[in-house]
């Protein structure tokens, strides 16, 4: 009896020690609790830093491929201004684009224009700012699927005395959008003289050059907004 009183004892006290340590080891996140975290820490980045740093004055981007350019050749595009925050509403997206990210939980629109190198494009750069990486994949199927969603997206924003000054709805020429993280990247480029829309997609050049251009910039606002959070670990406490 005493024998198995002693082996019970120690494995009691086993099971015991056992208990404790695992109280004592770093608290394990779930991986949806882990990409909460990643997606509240992400999606803070539209608020917390600087416009300079999510829209940069300069980006350099690569010639488009089907232009059979020098591979090695970077091009770049200067900013022109940076326009206030606005809603998700209309008044910075088309209304297709504005009824899908109101329907996401959209919180805002921010946006920046752009001028190529040769001064011949103009850019209008838009970040919807979406609560999560699912909320912007959703909305971006959505969009996909939208009866007039393929041309439409970012309104531009115009800037007096630059050569976005004449850059309005009719002067959009091509419209894209792109994912990064919790957001959504739009573009929409023009030409710098102000001419009104033409079928610039019969023109191979000027239909490389634009997205070139246009992709180049989203790319690059994506980049910074999208950038991987790490891995969330918990300091080692119990209930930290």
């Not at 089907?66 to 008044?91: E, K, N, P, V, Y």
Request: glycine fraction near 12%.
């Amino acid at each position: 009896m005493v024998v198995a009183a002693l082996v019970a004892g120690i494995a009691g006290l086993g099971i015991s020690l056992v208990g404790i340590g695992t109280q004592l080891l770093p608290r394990q996140f779930t991986t949806l609790q882990q990409r909460q975290i990643t997606d509240w820490e992400a999606g803070a980045r539209w608020r917390v830093l600087p416009t300079g740093t999510i829209f940069p004055a300069t980006v350099r981007y690569s010639p488009p491929v089907a232009l059979d350019d020098d591979a090695g050749l970077t091009l770049t595009a200067t900013r022109i201004g940076i326009a206030r925050q606005a809603s998700c509403r209309a008044a910075a997206a088309d209304s297709v684009t504005a009824a899908v990210l109101a329907r996401h939980g959209c919180e805002a629109v921010l946006r920046a224009s752009y001028v190529d190198g040769t001064g011949s494009y103009v850019v209008t750069v838009g970040v919807a700012a979406l609560p999560g990486t699912a909320q912007a994949k959703a909305a971006n199927r959505e969009l996909a699927g939208a009866a007039g969603g393929a041309g439409a997206g970012v309104r531009t924003a115009q800037f007096a005395g630059t050569p976005a000054a004449g850059f309005a709805k009719k002067q959009r020429q091509i419209s894209a959008r792109a994912t990064a993280g919790s957001y959504l990247i739009f573009y929409t480029i023009g030409y710098a003289d102000g001419r009104p829309k033409v079928p610039v997609t019969e023109d191979r050049y000027a239909d490389a050059e634009m997205t070139g251009v246009g992709a180049g910039v989203a790319r690059a606002v994506g980049s910074v907004l999208g950038a991987p959070v790490p891995q969330p670990r918990c300091p080692g406490t119990p209930g930290c």
